[in-house]
């Protein structure tokens, strides 16, 4: 036998766009002689389709995209993954794969385990099916499973041994053929690898994993499909982010004896993830060109780097927007970084603007002291100078800000948190140097002063992070420890901690809830991410 | 039997506060010779806690509030909602009604259908029951219920009698308890007394439903708790949006025969709602003044008298913008409102900002025409100078835009789609003006050129709104059929709409999506509001 894996871009809703892909992955496959060809758990409408899957007629247009592709389940068999509608009751939706041959559904089977963690609301939309999925073809006996869960009980401990031979009824699984829409995390390509080991060792079955590579906006997908054979060797590991199809002949892969290891190491997985995710982005919206603000720190001069990387130097251009708070070796960073890559640069004074502000202002503001007001007043110039330019030329601003910075409401709303997608919120400052180092890891790319110099916003004369905010690398752990691993402030100190830091952390942290709710789509690359996967309310007050 | 129904604005996470509040109401209760005392669904954490449920510490706390109150249940039993860990296994969360009397918890019964519908992610956190609330308390048998789809089948359909007596082995019920954290809509209430009536009809029980009425940034809850009794009559309804305590004796309860109508209509519902979403939101955040920018429009005259109502005329401060744009009429109406209100107005042009933008800005724009980016310009420096004296004196900007305009995107992002909470942005345009009527009904306090001129944002000569967008008259029932009903175009075109209408308001909602991510909370008065109930994938394309 012989089996198809097609890790391929969907469009959320575009189902011609993704039918059109299907059928050359089908024809492809057909070429090679492949007995089956597998897409992704809800290939057929894209992932996530959100509240997309409560309109009667998207449910509609994916059923009949089904039907069309049913036309091309001739001389082949298709696993794909798609919503499917209760056959007694129309208002019941399951998470299905469908297993389509001889140009019919063959079969269709439901995800047992809906998942409601992080970012995923399943419940919303499914209802949990109760039937395995287990099908005979071509005289090998198929398991089809869903999603990341799929061999999880609901109590989110693995299958048994026992649990698994029930569940099978003792017959012997040839192969397990596992699609999943499975979210990027630095962490996720080894649990994956993990889980379908423990499967392999219960079912001494080969295991065919296909995942979605289309990053949606905050969410990153980043493929990363595999054949594991039935001694738990990985034969194979699609490359991350990209489109790949490829076949494999299931005798070869029983017989395979060299495991493949595409084992990489946090910063090397969270630079790729972010220029994939910067540039799925932009080719999901139809858009090309980015633009920022360069302050010569090391935030936008990182978030500079991947946004080339991502759409090519020719369509970043930058601006810098010195004020009389600026320093000259800013300046100078930001240009040496400019003039490094290659890009168009604009260098606008804000001077003139921000004192034709003061001036309107000051029958109101009379004699108050300068404050964070004069500050955001600022950020915010800048803001909409970035703006201005992105509207005149089809530029996408992007926002350049820090987790440790949106943990800690260290921004300006409407000021530095604007822009249509945060490249790095979801990237502590710790990491971000390391990013930084990565990138100049053949050459200075990013200024080496950029990366030394202590950060500062310089909104006021001679400011720093550090007037307002603990040392980076003491306040990145902590963050971890809480948004990460859910620990209290209690645990945290006892930990040994500093008391009075860690109360402060936490206080900061709930109070700004209110600005990260009106900031940008994170692309988000650790287990727990501001936005969709962390739900805080803005009026709440537990910390 | 003497039942208490306290309705109380409790807070999310404050735990303290909230067990006072709880004391303190018992007290009353006891005074009042009660024998039970009944607290809302989620009463000890607050409601919706959201993502602190999946804290331990929040939990921990929320246990440890609820053996504090049991020492306050002598003389008196204390029905009250929390969630409960599992006894077996203490990952498992439920949604649960405690029911403490004798100084010690003597059950604990959980949600048996969770809600994942619209703003409700239950699921995320909890695990469905499987037992039914009945107790005997004083030779009374008493159904203990929770949640607004406490006698709905997970299919979504009412109880059937024969299904409630399955449940209730056919012993008869006294009385039933319904502990409820429901949001309001504007049809919510009535479909409450709906379930109430089919489930007294069927149990002959009489029946006692508490609800949450502390509205949570986007999420009002109205309360509206009532006492229905075994004959179906309403003997009373509490006053929405307000803490009230009441006790009823069961036997006065039985025979009362004057049913309480307490039906109001939908604009009076919306504007108390309103009124009450800014005033909670403000006493949660421990704020009491907002600022926002009148034009001289409807939108802002509307927002500006619910602030008002919510926050007490000194609490408001207004800024008018005026332009080269700007009519004279506009700012005549602006200030004519401020006056019959009785505000403190300040005015500054934006003239000399938005020229010192476009000096700035010459050297890349060159000659190119002046277009959106221009307009946006104006609105984001109306943005800043309200944030600016926001900053410089604590006030909080109110958002000020519509429904129907953050559907078609009509608004800009970081300008006048700037707020730290939107009051009307659940509110259609053409709702907007009835809003106006209904203030405006005693006497003219919105300045009647507001409400009968043509609407324009006024950021380029002679522009009005319906340059870009359909007639509101037309727009808003067509986005109503969609948004609220999920119809789809070709549903709402076979109805007789114009098709390439109909076809570019899909697009103009999908495409939008982007602005409405970053905007504020949203108070929710409809079934269907922009923000936390109504997610789509910002890299989506199906309309």
């Given at each position: 036998m012989k089996i198809s894996l097609a890790q391929i871009k969907f469009r959320i809703g575009n189902f011609e766009y993704n039918i059109a892909k299907m059928i050359d992955a089908v024809e492809q496959a057909k070429v090679n002689h492949c007995d089956i060809i597998c897409f992704p758990e809800m290939a057929v409408c894209g992932f996530p389709a959100m509240d997309y899957l409560l309109l009667d007629a998207f449910i509609d247009e994916s059923i009949k995209t089904i039907e069309k592709l049913c036309q091309h389940a001739h001389d082949i068999a298709i696993v794909v993954g798609a919503p499917s509608r209760d056959i007694h009751n129309n208002t019941i939706l399951y998470n299905s794969v469908y297993f389509l041959a001889n140009g019919t559904i063959q079969s269709v089977f439901h995800k047992l385990i809906l998942s409601n963690q992080d970012i995923n609301d399943e419940s919303r939309y499914f209802t949990a099916g109760n039937i395995w999925g287990i099908i005979e073809y071509q005289h090998k006996m198929i398991m089809l499973a869903i999603g990341d869960n799929a061999f999880f009980t609901d109590q989110n401990s693995l299958l048994t041994e026992d649990a698994f031979h029930k569940i099978t009824g003792n017959t012997n699984i040839d192969l397990v053929i596992h699609i999943a829409a499975s979210p990027f995390t630095y962490l996720r390509a080894s649990e994956r690898l993990k889980t379908a080991k423990a499967i392999t060792d219960i079912s001494k079955a080969s295991y065919y994993y296909v995942n979605h590579c289309n990053s949606q906006g905050d969410i990153i997908m980043d493929g990363g499909s595999f054949i594991m054979n039935d001694k738990g060797i990985v034969i194979d590991e699609f490359p991350y982010f990209t489109e790949v199809q490829k076949h494999y002949s299931s005798d070869l892969v029983a017989n395979a004896t060299s495991q493949v290891t595409n084992k990489k190491d946090k910063i090397h997985l969270i630079h790729a993830a972010l220029v994939h995710g910067i540039q799925d982005y932009f080719n999901n919206i139809g858009q090309k060109k980015a633009i920022l603000g360069l302050s010569g720190g090391i935030d936008s001069a990182v978030t500079a780097v991947l946004a080339i990387e991502a759409l090519g130097k020719e369509n970043i251009r930058v601006l810098m927007m010195p004020s009389e708070f600026s320093t000259q070796h800013s300046i100078d960073d930001a240009v040496k970084l400019a003039e490094n890559l290659g890009i168009h640069y604009d260098i606008i004074s804000i001077e003139d603007i921000y004192n034709t502000y003061l001036n309107n202002l000051n029958p109101i503001f009379g004699d108050l002291p300068f404050n964070v007001t004069e500050e955001n007043i600022q950020a915010r110039i800048r803001a909409i100078l970035n703006m201005a330019v992105s509207n005149k030329f089809g530029h996408i601003l992007l926002n350049t800000s820090n987790k440790s910075e949106a943990a800690m409401g260290y921004g300006t709303l409407y000021g530095d948190l604007?822009?249509?997608?945060?490249?790095?919120?979801?990237?502590y400052k710790t990491e971000v140097y390391e990013l930084a180092r990565y990138i100049n890891k053949n050459r200075e790319i990013i200024p080496e002063h950029s990366i030394t110099k202590a950060p500062s916003a310089?909104?006021?004369?001679?400011?720093?992070d550090s007037d307002s905010l603990p040392e980076y690398n003491i306040l990145d752990p902590i963050l971890y420890q809480y948004l990460e691993l859910g620990k209290s402030a209690k645990e945290i100190i006892e930990a040994g901690n500093d008391e009075l830091l860690v109360k402060r952390i936490f206080r900061s942290i709930n109070f700004n809830e209110f600005k990260r709710r009106q900031t940008a789509p994170i692309l988000r690359v650790s287990t727990k991410s501001f936005g969709h996967g962390r739900r805080i309310p803005v009026t709440g007050n537990f910390s």
């Amino acid at each position: 036998m012989k089996i198809s894996l097609a890790q391929i871009k969907f469009r959320i809703g575009n189902f011609e766009y993704n039918i059109a892909k299907m059928i050359d992955a089908v024809e492809q496959a057909k070429v090679n002689h492949c007995d089956i060809i597998c897409f992704p758990e809800m290939a057929v409408c894209g992932f996530p389709a959100m509240d997309y899957l409560l309109l009667d007629a998207f449910i509609d247009e994916s059923i009949k995209t089904i039907e069309k592709l049913c036309q091309h389940a001739h001389d082949i068999a298709i696993v794909v993954g798609a919503p499917s509608r209760d056959i007694h009751n129309n208002t019941i939706l399951y998470n299905s794969v469908y297993f389509l041959a001889n140009g019919t559904i063959q079969s269709v089977f439901h995800k047992l385990i809906l998942s409601n963690q992080d970012i995923n609301d399943e419940s919303r939309y499914f209802t949990a099916g109760n039937i395995w999925g287990i099908i005979e073809y071509q005289h090998k006996m198929i398991m089809l499973a869903i999603g990341d869960n799929a061999f999880f009980t609901d109590q989110n401990s693995l299958l048994t041994e026992d649990a698994f031979h029930k569940i099978t009824g003792n017959t012997n699984i040839d192969l397990v053929i596992h699609i999943a829409a499975s979210p990027f995390t630095y962490l996720r390509a080894s649990e994956r690898l993990k889980t379908a080991k423990a499967i392999t060792d219960i079912s001494k079955a080969s295991y065919y994993y296909v995942n979605h590579c289309n990053s949606q906006g905050d969410i990153i997908m980043d493929g990363g499909s595999f054949i594991m054979n039935d001694k738990g060797i990985v034969i194979d590991e699609f490359p991350y982010f990209t489109e790949v199809q490829k076949h494999y002949s299931s005798d070869l892969v029983a017989n395979a004896t060299s495991q493949v290891t595409n084992k990489k190491d946090k910063i090397h997985l969270i630079h790729a993830a972010l220029v994939h995710g910067i540039q799925d982005y932009f080719n999901n919206i139809g858009q090309k060109k980015a633009i920022l603000g360069l302050s010569g720190g090391i935030d936008s001069a990182v978030t500079a780097v991947l946004a080339i990387e991502a759409l090519g130097k020719e369509n970043i251009r930058v601006l810098m927007m010195p004020s009389e708070f600026s320093t000259q070796h800013s300046i100078d960073d930001a240009v040496k970084l400019a003039e490094n890559l290659g890009i168009h640069y604009d260098i606008i004074s804000i001077e003139d603007i921000y004192n034709t502000y003061l001036n309107n202002l000051n029958p109101i503001f009379g004699d108050l002291p300068f404050n964070v007001t004069e500050e955001n007043i600022q950020a915010r110039i800048r803001a909409i100078l970035n703006m201005a330019v992105s509207n005149k030329f089809g530029h996408i601003l992007l926002n350049t800000s820090n987790k440790s910075e949106a943990a800690m409401g260290y921004g300006t709303l409407y000021g530095d948190l604007c822009g249509g997608l945060s490249v790095l919120g979801d990237v502590y400052k710790t990491e971000v140097y390391e990013l930084a180092r990565y990138i100049n890891k053949n050459r200075e790319i990013i200024p080496e002063h950029s990366i030394t110099k202590a950060p500062s916003a310089e909104l006021r004369v001679g400011q720093k992070d550090s007037d307002s905010l603990p040392e980076y690398n003491i306040l990145d752990p902590i963050l971890y420890q809480y948004l990460e691993l859910g620990k209290s402030a209690k645990e945290i100190i006892e930990a040994g901690n500093d008391e009075l830091l860690v109360k402060r952390i936490f206080r900061s942290i709930n109070f700004n809830e209110f600005k990260r709710r009106q900031t940008a789509p994170i692309l988000r690359v650790s287990t727990k991410s501001f936005g969709h996967g962390r739900r805080i309310p803005v009026t709440g007050n537990f910390s």
